[in-house]
């Protein structure tokens, strides 16, 4: 998730789960979360609790669902 995204939810740094996680982008490049966030994920009629991982970068998407995600539900 994208921090200006995490943002936009109302939440702040005190909500944030520290982690020492770094990430690696399509290109390779790694970059660190800044924390982890768990929410309740609401898709048609389905309630999922679902973790992200918020990082502080320009991207083209807000939330990315992973394969296992996907193929779960």
């Not at 048609?44 to 669902?65: C, D, H, M, Q, R």
Request: hydrophobic share 45%; proline share 3%.
């Amino acid at each position: 998730m994208l921090y200006v995204m995490y943002l936009k939810l109302g939440k702040g740094d005190q909500d944030l789960t520290k982690t020492a996680m770094m990430l690696k982008d399509f290109e390779g490049n790694v970059s660190p979360v800044k924390g982890a966030i768990c929410v309740e994920l609401i898709i048609g009629s389905k309630t999922f609790p679902t973790a992200f991982f918020v990082i502080n970068e320009k991207s083209a998407y807000n939330l990315l669902l992973g394969r296992d995600w996907i193929h779960a539900n």
